[in-house]
């Protein structure tokens, strides 16, 4: 099993940054898929970014650019480093890794708002 927790949301103003932290609970050399995912308001949950454990990361083409993906494995930690966030970037924001069953952090919460 793995739990992740996801930390780093809040209030930013439109053209802000923030950074999102998911901490798991073993090693990331032994989880072999990782990711971002969002869920706004009415809306379905979709992919940020992606990544396998060896590989480099994909990102959805609305956050090309703006979004990107870090990983600590020192601390079992990956990181969403979000820059130029816009009004739409508000979500609900997950972390999620497959291994050998797919696991979901609680999400955290990132307004963009002025």
């Known amino acids: 099993q793995v739990q992740l927790v996801e930390s780093g949301g809040g209030l930013v103003q439109p053209g802000g940054s923030l950074r999102l932290s998911c901490a798991a609970s073993?090693?990331?050399?032994?989880?072999?898929?990782m990711g971002w995912y969002r869920q706004a308001p009415g809306k379905e949950r979709e992919m940020v970014a992606r990544?396998?454990?060896?590989?480099?990361?994909n990102y959805a083409d609305s956050v090309k650019g703006r979004f990107t993906v870090s990983r600590d494995h020192a601390v079992n930690t990956v990181y969403l480093q979000m820059s130029s966030l816009k009004p739409e970037d508000t979500a609900v924001y997950y972390c999620y890794c497959y291994a050998d069953g797919d696991y979901w952090g609680q999400g955290t919460q990132v307004t963009v708002s002025s």
């Open positions: 073993r090693s990331l050399y032994s989880i072999s898929d």
């Open positions: 990544f396998k454990r060896w590989g480099s990361t």
